[in-house]
């Protein structure tokens, strides 16, 4: 599950996700669309993220650690707003790699 809103100038996002062997693991952040890093908590190997808006409907983010980028993603939103489209890119140049996932609101 990820959920995203607004928490004052920056965004707040909670990515929940069971992993095949049961367990738990939530990750947490707020950060503002600048591209100034943020601290995200909960996710290993993940200690800021840095997000900038280049589009009403494109948002870029890169997940680092010890302020090295480990991955990269750009979110995609539908039209409509009923859905959400998360491309994973290489943290560095920006091209797509080759995970999808999809979001559709309830």
């Known amino acids: 599950m990820f959920t995203c809103g607004p928490r004052g100038e ?8 069971v ?4 367990r738990v ?3 947490d952040f707020a950060a503002s669309l600048d591209g100034v890093g943020a601290p995200v ?3 290993a190997g993940v200690d800021e993220v840095q997000l900038s808006q280049s ?8 997940f ?3 302020g090295r980028p480990v991955f ?10 009923r859905s959400l489209m998360i491309v994973s890119v290489d943290p560095i140049t920006r091209v797509a790699l080759t995970t999808v ?3 559709d609101r309830r």
């Open 64 to 66: 680092r650690w010890q």
């Open 19 to 22: 992993r095949t062997d049961g």
């Open 41 to 43: 908590s909960g996710i």
């Open 72 to 81: 990269g993603y750009r979110a995609l939103r539908s039209e409509d707003g």
């Open 101 to 103: 996932v999809v979001y």
């Open 10 to 17: 920056q965004v707040h996002c909670v990515i929940r996700s």
């Open 25 to 27: 693991v939530v990750g």
């Open 55 to 62: 589009t009403d409907s494109v948002l870029d983010g890169t």
